[in-house]
């Protein structure tokens, strides 16, 4: 008798997104499976890896990835340049750095204008990021999400601290919306249904519940992940539905492994090699746990797994 391969299926299913302008629009998310398991059901669309860029060189990025960028990263429109002629980004995604009060402190205004110079020299569908602090950022990404008016942006983060305000901006300009909790299923799906009873489309909406590095708490991320995945597809649970946001790389270049000199740590070999294998194997674990979108910052490390990506689809 000839053995039949047992298949899964979900009543749920993922949610598409699409952001970007024109024919440079990408799509993600659209499944009714687990990751890559196309004999099971549909998987549409590929995950997408976005490349990374700031406001303002990094000068907090170890040397290994920095320099990289070095001829590039003094200014963002150069910079998102780089990114779509040498390295074919699918999309860019700008961090404000600058913005934070303790990194500058730069206004909204100043925010706005970089934000349009971007969108004026480059057509690569934008992820606008602000810098992380929950006040400023309401004020920044009011802004920026005019700024970016028209252009069917992603915009984020909105967290529990100030997602009135972004969320307002967000449907005022039509953009997409990164909600962010911070590693905790029930924090996630409260966000969520926070942002929708404000009447924001749950179509438009990416669920970041954070991430980790390899090492630093990746198992404990992996599960909260799946489990987000789990309850979109096998409980139908519509508020479990958005594509999954996977921002690694601002949480792997800044650990030991991505750091420490080859002088400091002999007996773990190169330190080129051994950051881009860091980053690499964090970024496709987050795709197994069903990430949709990666936020990556080496070149090599991005490489590694968009061909990981082509293999399994």
Not at 146 to 174: D, F, M, P, R, W
Not at 241 to 263: F, N, R
Request: charged share 25%; net charge negative; with cysteine.
């Amino acid at each position: 008798m000839a053995y039949v391969v047992p298949k899964e299926s979900f009543n749920g299913k993922v949610l598409s997104l699409d952001f970007g302008k024109g024919d440079k629009a990408v799509s993600i998310g659209g499944e009714n499976t687990l990751p890559f398991l196309s004999f099971e059901g549909e998987v549409p669309n590929r995950p997408l890896v976005a490349c990374e860029i700031q406001d303002c060189p990094p000068d907090d990025w170890p040397d290994t990835v920095k320099n990289v960028y070095k001829d590039v990263s003094a200014d963002p429109v150069t910079w998102a340049g780089y990114c779509r002629d040498e390295l074919k980004a699918k999309a860019i995604a700008l961090r404000l750095v600058s913005t934070h009060p303790d990194r500058g402190d730069r206004s909204a205004e100043d925010a706005a204008k970089t934000i349009k110079d971007v969108l004026a020299a480059v057509d690569v569908p934008l992820i606008i990021l602000g810098s992380n602090h929950i006040e400023k950022d309401a004020d920044v990404l009011v802004a920026a999400a005019g700024a970016a008016s028209g252009y069917n942006c992603i915009i984020g983060k909105a967290q529990e601290g100030n997602y009135k305000t972004i969320v307002a901006a967000a449907l005022a300009h039509n953009h997409k919306l990164i909600a962010m909790s911070e590693l905790d299923i029930n924090l996630a799906k409260q966000l969520n249904i926070l942002i929708t009873q404000m009447g924001f489309d749950k179509e438009k909406l990416i669920t970041d519940p954070m991430c980790s590095g390899l090492g630093y708490g990746l198992e404990y991320t992996y599960s909260v992940m799946e489990r987000i995945r789990l309850a979109g597809l096998a409980q139908n649970d519509p508020t479990m539905q958005p594509p999954i946001l996977g921002d690694v790389g601002m949480y792997v270049w800044k650990v030991k492994e991505t750091v420490a000199s080859e002088p400091d740590v002999p007996d773990w070999g190169s330190l080129e090699n051994r950051s881009i294998a860091w980053e690499t194997i964090t970024a496709t674990s987050m795709l197994l746990a069903g990430t949709n979108l990666l936020i990556m910052r080496h070149p090599a490390a991005i490489g590694n797994v968009e061909k990981t990506i082509d293999e399994l689809m």
